[in-house]
C-alpha cells in the first residue's frame, strides 16, 4: 500500500466516523495532552498611566446605574473575544463617581475589588458597608448582595477607581453561571462597619462557629495592615530570592485561601532587588501599589510603576526587578489547582 492510498483510505475513514458524530484521538492526542502547558493567554501589560484617561471618560458615556457595573475589561491578547485575563480568570478596572451607586445584586461568581486610587466610596456585602481606600483587598463572596457607592462631591466625594478580578470564564466552563438583581439600588445595612473583622480578625472565632463557606468571613482586608507585616518581616531579615518578601491572604477561619477559586498575594521588593526566575502553573494578574521595576516573562521584559497591571500565563518564567521599594498585589487560581492536584512550580 503507497503512502498516498493510506492516506486517502484514512481520509475516508475519518469522514465515515464524523458522521457518528466520532473522533480519532491518534490525530490529537499530542495536543491534548501535551508534554507541558501552552498556555493560549500571553503576558501582557496595562500602563495606568496611558489608560486611566480612558477610564475616566466612560463616567461621561454611561452611568453606574445604566451601566450596572462601569468596567473596563483588561483583556488578553491571547485571547480576544473572551473577556478572559487568563482561561479562569477575568480583570476589569471599575470606576464609580461621587454620589453614584452601583446598584445592589448577587452571582454565583467570586470577586475581589482592590483599589487603585480615591478613598471616598464604599462597598456593602451581606448588610455590612466598609470604607475603600488603595491598597486594599475586598472580597464579595459568592452568591452574596453587593452594592458599591461613594460621597457626593459636597461630602469630599472624587472618582474611585479599583481593580475587580473574578472566576468568570471558569464559572463558564463549568455552566454554572447565576445571577440575581436586589428588589432595590442598596441592599439594608444591618451591621456596623468593621463587625465582621471584630469577629474573625483577631485570631478568635465566636464559639460556636463553624465553617461552612470555604470563602472568608472577613470581607475586608485594609492595605495598612498588609504593608506593616511586610515592613516588619523585612525587618526582620525575612528575604527571599524569587519573592522578596511575599505573604498569602488568608481565611482565619480555616487557614485556607480567601476565596475557593482565587488565591490572593501581597509581597514586598526592596530597592536593588533583582529575583530568581520560578515558574508555576497557575496563571497570575499582578497590579503595582508602591515603587517601580522591571518584570521579565519569558522573553518579553516590562517596566512597572504604580497602579500598572501586568499578568503571567501559566508556566511562564518570571522574574522580578526593582528600581525602588516596590509593593505588588496579584491573583491567581492556584486554589483550583491545588484542588485538583494540578498545582507544580519550578524554582531556578
Not at 453614584?100 to 461568581?109: D, G, L, N, V
Not at 469630599?156 to 471558569?170: H, N, T
Not at 522591571?294 to 499578568?311: A, K, N, R
Amino acid at each position: 500500500m503507497t503512502a498516498n492510498t493510506q492516506l486517502e483510505q484514512r481520509a475516508a475513514y475519518y469522514g465515515q466516523i464524523a458522521q457518528q458524530k466520532l473522533a480519532p484521538l491518534w490525530e490529537s492526542l499530542h495536543n491534548l495532552v501535551p508534554k507541558q502547558p501552552k498556555p493560549q493567554a500571553v503576558a501582557a501589560v496595562w500602563k495606568y498611566a496611558q489608560i486611566r484617561h480612558l477610564v475616566l471618560q466612560s463616567g461621561a458615556l454611561i452611568s453606574a446605574e445604566e451601566a450596572v457595573r462601569r468596567v473596563l475589561i483588561l483583556e488578553n491578547p491571547g485571547l480576544p473575544g473572551k473577556s478572559s485575563m487568563t482561561p479562569n480568570l477575568y480583570a476589569g478596572l471599575q470606576l464609580i463617581l461621587p454620589g453614584e451607586i452601583a446598584p445592589s445584586h448577587r452571582h454565583t461568581q467570586s470577586a475581589l475589588r482592590f483599589i487603585v486610587e480615591g478613598e471616598s466610596a464604599w462597598t456593602a456585602v451581606n448588610g455590612e458597608r466598609t470604607a475603600m481606600r488603595p491598597g486594599d483587598f475586598i472580597i464579595t463572596p459568592s452568591w452574596t448582595w453587593h452594592d458599591h457607592g461613594n460621597l457626593t462631591v459636597e461630602e469630599g466625594g472624587v472618582p474611585v477607581v479599583w481593580l475587580d478580578g473574578l472566576d468568570i470564564p471558569l464559572v463558564a466552563h463549568l455552566d454554572a453561571g447565576l445571577a440575581e438583581n436586589f428588589s432595590k439600588a442598596t441592599q439594608p445595612v444591618t451591621r456596623p462597619e468593621g463587625d465582621s473583622f471584630a469577629r474573625y480578625g483577631h485570631n478568635m472565632l465566636p464559639v460556636r462557629y463553624k465553617v461552612e463557606d470555604p470563602t472568608s468571613p472577613i470581607f475586608s482586608y485594609p492595605y495598612e495592615r498588609s504593608r506593616e507585616a511586610l515592613d516588619r518581616l523585612y525587618r526582620n531579615g525575612e528575604h527571599d530570592k524569587w519573592d522578596g518578601v511575599k505573604l498569602r491572604y488568608a481565611n482565619p477561619a480555616s487557614g485556607g485561601y480567601p476565596m475557593p477559586t482565587i488565591a490572593t498575594f501581597m509581597q514586598f521588593l526592596p530597592a536593588g532587588f533583582r529575583g530568581r526566575t520560578y515558574r508555576s502553573t497557575d496563571a497570575t494578574v499582578y497590579c503595582v501599589v508602591e515603587g517601580r521595576g522591571t518584570v521579565h516573562i519569558g522573553e518579553q521584559t516590562f517596566t512597572f510603576e504604580p497602579h500598572d497591571v501586568f499578568v503571567v500565563p501559566s508556566w511562564a518564567q518570571v522574574r522580578l526587578d526593582a528600581d525602588s521599594d516596590a509593593v505588588l498585589f496579584s491573583y491567581s487560581d492556584r486554589p483550583v489547582l491545588a484542588a485538583l492536584n494540578l498545582l507544580r512550580e519550578e524554582r531556578v
